[in-house]
């Protein structure tokens, strides 16, 4: 079945450093890739996301890449700020079982 | 968003017992889906819906139970609470299968 392993599960940065977490997907036919930002007590909402023709995909500080042959995608945030700080989740979603399966998300601390 | 709701937003319950948890969206979403937050494990897929009267098993569907009499409803039915399924529970819609998908607010469960 569909697995989506995320990476790391913790991440602590300083405030202006870029911070990177990395995902890999198991289902060559997933084709959606979106990533969810959950700050402490609420909800998931969507950040950014990729579809699978398109290689990478930015808005302001935030950017995504994906790597299809190595079934990756990876999040990129610049000049983190501590609002920044959250836990991050990557998905996938196979369009022909619209399922949408999550990472096991990564905490980050920003420090000011 | 007020277009996605879930009751109760907390619940307490002992084990053995059946509970049901409500979602219920006002966009006339076709996709919807339930998932459950523990540390650890990220958000889990229960169960899936693409349209009024078809639902699908996620990555842990045992000891739930689904229905979808109508596109804006999606209640989750533990049959025999157990305390491994205390959990933060979340139903989330989309308009499309690989489109945005949107969260409740969550309900927390406890199984005593």
């Known amino acids: 079945g569909e697995n989506v392993e995320q990476h790391p599960s913790t991440l602590s940065v300083q405030e202006g450093d870029s911070a990177v977490i990395k995902c890999t997907y198991s289902?060559?036919?997933?084709?959606?890739f979106p990533w969810y930002k959950q700050e402490l007590g609420k909800r998931p909402q969507l950040i950014i996301d990729?579809?699978?023709?398109?290689g990478e995909k930015k808005d302001q500080r935030i950017a995504v890449t994906l790597n299809k042959t190595a079934k990756h995608f990876s999040l990129h945030i610049t000049e983190t700020q501590p609002e920044d700080s959250a836990v991050y989740f990557c998905?996938?979603?196979?369009?022909?079982?619209?399922?949408?399966?999550f990472g096991s998300g990564t905490r980050l601390l920003v420090r000011p | 968003d007020a277009g996605i709701t879930q009751s109760p937003r907390y619940k307490i319950t002992e084990t053995g017992r059946q509970v049901t948890l409500m979602c219920h969206q006002t966009?006339?979403?076709?996709?919807m889906f339930w998932y459950r937050q523990d540390l650890g494990h990220g958000l889990r897929l229960i169960y899936y819906?693409?349209?009024?009267?078809?639902?699908d098993k996620g990555e842990v569907p045992d000891g739930y139970v689904v229905s979808r009499s109508k596109t804006e409803n999606f209640p989750l039915t533990l049959e025999s609470a157990t305390r491994s399924q205390t959990s933060v529970y979340f139903c989330?819609?989309?308009?499309?299968?690989?489109?945005?998908?949107?969260f409740g607010q969550g309900t927390r469960l406890t199984v005593v």
């Open positions: 289902d060559s036919a997933s084709n959606y």
């Open positions: 989330a819609s989309s308009e499309q299968a690989v489109t945005e998908a949107f």
């Open positions: 819906s693409a349209a009024a009267d078809i639902t």
């Open positions: 990729i579809r699978s023709n398109v």
């Open positions: 998905a996938s979603y196979m369009d022909s079982s619209y399922k949408l399966i």
């Open positions: 966009w006339s979403h076709s996709y």
